[in-house]
């Protein structure tokens, strides 16, 4: 089964508004990352958070890491009409070298202009 | 950044017919290459792992003689899709990775449609 799961799987919000995206996950990991993917076309790679990280950031990202709690959430601020894409969280196996990785559902996220 | 592409993006073909679809590493050697499918509005799911030199891993339900992977070099991996059928139309995208490295970087996708 899907090692992620991400909430909500659908989002819509005002630009300017904030965009928080959550994602849980099973099994223990070594990372986490958040990819996004525009309609029809690949992943890009948004941001890598380590397992003994808890709080990163990159430009207007911020994700968080709660591995106690196996979750993980996205905060994109003042988001942008192009920040509409599906957003996924995958995570990788611990202690297995170069691993797939495994993705959650995603999230749909429209930024209304 | 690394640059993964991938060729065709696009392909349309009748069912009974096979396609090959190239993943390329363009600026790093890529030890390791993923393959994964993604059905309209769904995540993605891993096909198979692809190590140089070695014999692909293909993941529980996915058939290795339906789906051939090569990875002769340290920046070239192929799917080919063999006797295609209108259930294999998906969105197929690869993903490279070289040792120790943490992040996969992804190709932008090839849509296979069969008719």
């Known amino acids: 089964s899907q090692q992620g799961e991400e909430d909500p799987q659908a989002l819509s919000i005002q630009e300017g508004e904030n965009a928080t995206m959550n994602c849980s996950y099973k099994?223990?990991?070594?990372?986490l990352q958040w990819y996004r993917q525009n309609s029809g076309r690949g992943l890009v790679h948004l941001i890598l958070i380590r397992s003994n990280e808890r709080e990163k950031h990159s430009g207007r990202l911020r994700v968080t890491l709660d591995t106690s709690k196996k979750s993980s959430s996205l905060l994109i601020t003042a988001s942008r009409a192009a920040d509409t894409a599906s957003y996924f969280c995958?995570?990788?196996?611990?202690?297995?070298?170069?691993?797939?990785?495994?993705f959650g559902k995603g999230t749909r996220l429209s930024v209304i202009a | 950044g690394a640059v993964v592409s991938q060729h065709p993006s696009r392909v349309i073909c009748k069912s009974g017919t096979s396609v090959k679809i190239e993943c390329r590493s363009l600026?790093?050697?890529?030890?390791?290459m993923f393959w994964y499918r993604q059905f309209p509005k769904q995540s993605l799911m891993l096909m198979a792992t692809?190590?140089?030199?070695?014999?692909?891993?293909?993941e529980q339900g996915v058939e290795k003689d339906k789906f051939l992977i090569n990875h002769a070099s340290l920046t070239l991996s192929t799917l080919t899709v063999t006797s295609a059928h209108p259930e294999d139309s998906s969105f197929y995208i690869c993903?490279?990775?070289?040792?120790?490295?943490?992040?996969?970087?992804f190709g932008p996708g090839t849509r296979l449609l069969v008719l």
């Open positions: 692809s190590n140089e030199g070695s014999k692909a891993t293909y």
């Open positions: 099994t223990s990991i070594n990372n």
């Open positions: 600026d790093f050697q890529a030890t390791t």
């Open positions: 995958a995570t990788d196996w611990p202690n297995s070298g170069n691993t797939p990785l495994v």
């Open positions: 993903s490279a990775i070289t040792a120790y490295q943490e992040t996969q970087y």
